[in-house]
């Protein structure tokens, strides 16, 4: 900016940015400014607009979600975009929902990849009159009207461990690979897998390893853990992740391992990304349940909400239609609640 | 005018890049032209670029430090610990921003004392404080900031935030800095020939430290603005984000290899990645594009200057492949440079 600066133009230079920056004091103002109205030709068609944002773009199962997403606006004759960030952080979502705001869709339908640190643009984005639904990954409540959550933790949890023991009847010793500390549903997953092993007679034939292995959902960390747990626990009969992407992972790591038989992987995963290991098997279940229809049901609470049809007010009823009636509960949570298990009985009737 | 077009070649391309990403965008998206809108986007950036222009110096003299965004993790939770405790900003940001300085000086000094790579250093440190960070913050990480510590995220002088007028007058700072001080001229000098600097009495160890420790230091600050904007602070905070700021500290024309680059250029770099990835967010471009476009952008940028250069078969400046020449005021090399130029 200076290129060719002199000492003697210093004091100068230094008086000068001074005094820009008392001038800058003299003008602050603790409220938004507001942007001028959106361009004209909206109306009744910019109303039906409704934007979903994933945590990141390409990860097949938001891109499920975004298909029954996309059916929903369909059923319903609104206008439905798909958008977000390749990346998978925060600040990359912050920018999406940020620079989603001026268009005005009449709802967001979010899956938040830091439920506090996007709180502030949805907030930003409810103060316009935009809806806020988030699904799959929440955000602090008062950020969005709606939670559509697939599985309650407790729901979540149980399954894995049925999935487990359909892998491993006589139960065994188990270790766990997590997604990150700061994923409040992987975490919460864990810590109630973990009471329940304890507690519950249900599960009293498995144990598990304390430690918590996070793999970011990244395939080759997953394998990479996988591998490295096999090792350090030769008594080990099962690797359980809620994680979609590291499930299948730790299966091909025990696959490559020569272990299948002797350690089982399960937990949360698309069928596409086990079907082999559930056909050849390798793996006698995995769970999940249908993200198509989660985002079906989400985008059509969203879609109510914009029409005023609902208020998200504990107690009303969201009617998705073929996708079925859902209760809106405490702090406007809905539980979508259908867990799907996938043996070598069903695994070919899931298209995803 | 042809010296000034010459010596300015660099950021004279982005200006004008800049110029066609905001036709582009304001052509992609109708709500791209609107003041507010694009202020707002703005802050967005105001992270990456308080990282940015703390990486700077630290490029022009040769080095790397890729452990900026854990750095800031670790200043982030520190004062979102702090603001749940009640503590006073006024002492807090000055103890955090001297912890993040202490940590960038650590680096500094394992790779200016010790004599270890730069970036099997910070490769290093970008896990070892992301750890520190984790333990701090906890699982669940810190909400429920006070409005004191949130006032930078929240305050406006007309339209403009204060986040956008802090980067602009930390620009200017680092602007002063390596054109008016001794620090400035020993950082260009041991970028061009940390040997030859050496033996010529420049204090190489401590004006590498001090770099390091004013990236720390700024990324402290990014913390802060972290914690103001987001109002929440967690281990994972900007996890992933050194690439951004490395492609804004390249596109900018500061020579990977040291000795060069200019505060404006970063600056120039920043506006023009901050209005394309606008542009393409209004418009719903698809996130695998938008990378897709920024990539194409930093190949373009980087290879236009070297065509421009091949086109006028001025072969003997390609050697040092540099895109922008020296600018250091008691630069030891420009004279070289201009002899080679003939």
Request: proline share 5%; net charge neutral; hydrophobic share 50%.
């Amino acid at each position: 900016m200076f290129p060719f600066a002199r000492h003697r133009h210093r004091r100068a230079r230094i008086a000068t940015v001074l005094a820009t920056a008392a001038l800058a004091v003299v003008g602050c103002s603790s409220t938004p400014p507001q942007a001028s109205a959106p361009p004209a030709g909206g109306g009744e068609a910019a109303n039906s607009k409704i934007f979903m944002a994933p945590k990141f773009t390409g990860l097949a199962y938001f891109e499920v979600a975004k298909e029954g997403g996309e059916k929903a606006a369909q059923d319903l004759g609104i206008d439905f975009q798909y958008i977000g960030s390749d990346k998978p952080d925060a600040t990359a979502q912050i920018a999406t929902l940020t620079n989603a705001i001026p268009q005005r869709p009449a709802a967001l339908v979010v899956s938040a990849i830091d439920g506090d640190a996007v709180a502030p643009a949805l907030r930003q984005a409810r103060q316009q009159g935009i809806k806020v639904v988030t699904y799959d990954a929440d955000a602090a409540v008062d950020s969005r009207d709606l939670f559509v959550n697939q599985l309650s933790y407790e729901l979540a949890a149980s399954t894995m461990l049925d999935a487990a023991l359909m892998n491993s009847p006589q139960g065994g010793k188990a270790a766990f690979i997590s997604a990150s500390p700061t994923a409040p549903n992987h975490t919460a997953h864990v810590r109630i897998m973990k009471q329940l092993i304890d507690t519950d007679p249900k599960y009293s034939s498995l144990s598990y390893v304390d430690t918590v292995q996070y793999a970011g959902d990244d395939a080759q960390k997953s394998q990479e853990i996988a591998l490295n747990l096999m090792q350090a626990n030769p008594d080990l009969k099962l690797i359980i992740s809620s994680s979609a992407v590291s499930a299948p992972a730790a299966e091909q790591a025990i696959v490559n391992a020569g272990k299948s038989g002797q350690v089982f992987a399960t937990g949360f995963a698309l069928p596409s990304s086990v079907r082999d290991f559930i056909k050849n098997g390798n793996s006698a279940a995995f769970a999940l349940w249908d993200p198509a229809e989660l985002g079906y049901v989400a985008t059509t609470a969203a879609s109510q909400l914009a029409a005023g049809k609902i208020t998200a007010a504990e107690g009303q009823e969201i009617d998705a239609g073929a996708a079925g009636k859902y209760t809106v509960g405490k702090d406007g949570e809905v539980q979508y609640n259908k867990p799907l298990m996938f043996t070598k009985d069903n695994i070919d009737s899931f298209s995803y | 005018m042809r010296q000034f077009v010459r010596r300015n070649s660099g950021e004279l391309l982005l200006v004008g890049l800049i110029v066609l990403a905001a036709v582009w965008s304001s052509s992609l998206s109708p709500y791209f032209l609107d003041p507010v809108n694009l202020l707002s986007s703005a802050t967005s950036f105001v992270i990456f670029a308080l990282m940015a222009f703390g990486l700077y110096p630290v490029v022009v003299q040769g080095e790397i430090d890729i452990s900026l965004p854990s750095t800031l993790a670790v200043g982030s939770v520190l004062l979102g610990k702090a603001s749940v405790a009640g503590v006073p900003l006024a002492l807090a940001l000055p103890l955090v921003l001297a912890v993040c300085a202490g940590l960038g000086a650590l680096n500094g000094y394992l790779v200016a004392a010790v004599g270890l790579p730069s970036l099997a250093v910070t490769l290093g440190t970008l896990g070892a404080y992301r750890g520190v960070a984790y333990i701090i913050a906890g699982d669940a990480g810190v909400v429920g900031i006070t409005p004191e510590y949130t006032a930078l995220g929240s305050t406006w002088i007309g339209i403009v935030p204060v986040s956008i007028v802090l980067v602009l007058a930390v620009a200017a700072g680092f602007a002063l800095l390596m054109s008016a001080t001794s620090f400035g001229r020993y950082s260009f000098a041991i970028g061009n020939n940390a040997a030859a600097s050496r033996m010529g009495a420049v204090p190489v160890v401590r004006t590498r430290v001090v770099a390091y420790s004013l990236a720390g230091a700024m990324s402290g600050l990014a913390g802060l603005v972290w914690v103001a904007q987001y109002q929440s602070a967690r281990g994972d905070n900007a996890d992933g984000a050194i690439l951004f700021v490395l492609t804004a500290v390249v596109l900018g024309g500061v020579s990977i290899k040291g000795g060069s680059g200019r505060v404006a250029g970063v600056l120039l770099s920043l506006i023009l990645l901050a209005t394309l990835q606008t542009g393409m967010q209004l418009a719903n471009v698809p996130g695998t594009s938008q990378t897709l476009v920024i990539g194409c952008l930093l190949v373009v940028s980087l290879g236009v200057p070297r065509a421009i250069a091949l086109f006028r078969g001025r072969r003997r400046t390609l050697a040092p492949v540099r895109t922008d020449p020296p600018h250091g005021p008691d630069d030891p090399t420009p004279a070289v440079l201009e002899k080679q130029r003939g």
